[in-house]
């Protein structure tokens, strides 16, 4: 759903900082906290933050959170898309405007947001839940291109994913007890 308060925004912060360049004001930084604000408002109130909310109650006890979770639903399409996708549901709606390209390859914002958001059991289990669960679709597929039936193409999604929230459950309360 399309946010007219956070389009109407973006333009007034791109028109002051177009005039005004880079130079922080008091206006600039009110409108810039707005921005974020209705960003982050954006981001939740989206589809896939409304999926990303329905499955948490199913991997909070891992130490996601909604983020984490639609990083997760990414990844099933590729896993080269968790870490972009985490890019995106981090950043600041202001930092997409200020920044131009170079500044925004070499920003390290996703480490510092995920630093101080995520505790180190939460990205440990996170980490392992990635690498357990099912590769991608196209491996779904090639499973049931190879044994000619959807069902054990089924059967190893549904294992490989319960295996994954096991040792991932396990890695981050032991990992709770020593951090």
Same mark, same amino acid.
């Given at each position: 759903?399309?946010?007219?308060?956070?389009?109407? #925004?973006?333009e007034t912060?791109?028109?002051?900082?177009?005039e005004n360049?880079?130079?922080?004001?008091?206006?600039?930084?009110?409108?810039?906290?707005?921005?974020?604000?209705?960003?982050?408002?954006?981001?939740?109130?989206?589809?896939?933050?409304?999926?990303?909310?329905?499955?948490?109650?199913?991997?909070?006890?891992?130490?996601?959170?909604?983020?984490?979770?639609?990083?997760?639903? #990414?990844?099933?399409?590729?896993?080269?898309?968790?870490?972009?996708?985490?890019?995106?549901?981090?950043?600041?709606?202001?930092?997409?405007?200020?920044?131009?390209?170079?500044?925004?390859?070499?920003? #390290?914002?996703?480490?510092?947001?995920?630093?101080?958001?995520?505790?180190?059991?939460?990205?440990?289990? /996170?980490?392992?839940?990635?690498?357990?669960? /099912?590769?991608?679709?196209? #491996?779904?597929?090639?499973?049931?291109?190879e044994t000619?039936?959807?069902?054990?193409?089924?059967?190893?999604?549904?294992?490989?994913?319960?295996?994954?929230?096991?040792?991932? /459950?396990?890695? /981050?309360?032991?990992?709770?007890?020593?951090?």
């Amino acid at each position: 759903p399309r946010n007219k308060e956070l389009i109407q #925004t973006r333009e007034t912060y791109t028109e002051i900082i177009s005039e005004n360049g880079s130079a922080a004001t008091a206006e600039t930084e009110i409108i810039k906290a707005k921005l974020d604000s209705l960003y982050e408002y954006q981001q939740a109130h989206s589809y896939i933050g409304y999926i990303g909310r329905a499955v948490a109650p199913v991997l909070d006890p891992l130490g996601f959170n909604w983020k984490m979770d639609i990083g997760l639903l #990414t990844g099933v399409v590729a896993k080269e898309l968790v870490v972009s996708t985490l890019g995106v549901m981090y950043s600041k709606g202001a930092d997409t405007i200020d920044k131009n390209e170079d500044e925004l390859a070499a920003d #390290t914002g996703l480490q510092s947001a995920l630093a101080s958001s995520v505790t180190v059991p939460g990205a440990i289990a /996170f980490m392992i839940f990635i690498l357990l669960y /099912f590769p991608c679709i196209a #491996t779904f597929v090639a499973i049931k291109h190879e044994t000619g039936k959807w069902s054990w193409a089924i059967a190893i999604c549904a294992y490989t994913i319960i295996v994954a929230w096991l040792v991932a /459950f396990i890695a /981050f309360h032991v990992a709770s007890l020593f951090i």
